[in-house]
């Protein structure tokens, strides 16, 4: 069974630091690219960061750009989410996604998931 497994969310205050895992079961992350999308409380989802497995390029949201560092470990199977001076507009639900084709264009800037983890809730709040 493919299974993208999120953690690492939790309450933190304004200009705290959180690092979110994904980790994949079933398959291996090397061979896809990988993203990380966020939804808030009446808000539609949106992409965050996506890298790609071919030559580790990046993509960043506008919005995060400078303070969340998106990585991966192959050797464990795992991707991270660094998150710095978090703000509370940065609170919601954090998805792990990856497309089975195509690059990070196709995950980030299309939009086109192919498998979503269950999320983790972040929340930056004083």
């Known amino acids: 069974q493919l299974q993208l497994v999120e953690s690492g969310g939790g309450l933190v205050q304004p200009g705290g630091s959180l690092r979110l895992s994904c980790a994949a079961s079933?398959?291996?992350?090397?061979?896809?690219?990988i993203g990380w999308f966020r939804q808030a409380p009446g808000k539609e989802r949106e992409a965050v960061s996506c890298?790609?497995?071919?030559?580790?390029?990046?993509y960043y949201a506008d919005s995060v750009k400078g303070r969340f560092t998106i990585s991966r470990d192959n050797a464990t199977n795992t991707v991270y989410l660094q998150m710095n001076s978090l703000r509370p507009e940065d609170t919601a639900v954090y998805y792990c996604t990856i497309t089975v084709q195509g690059l990070l264009f196709r995950l980030c800037v299309l939009g086109q998931v192919d498998l979503w983890g269950k999320g983790t809730l972040v929340t930056v709040s004083s």
């Open positions: 079933g398959f291996t992350l090397d061979l896809y690219a």
């Open positions: 890298i790609n497995h071919n030559d580790d390029s990046t």
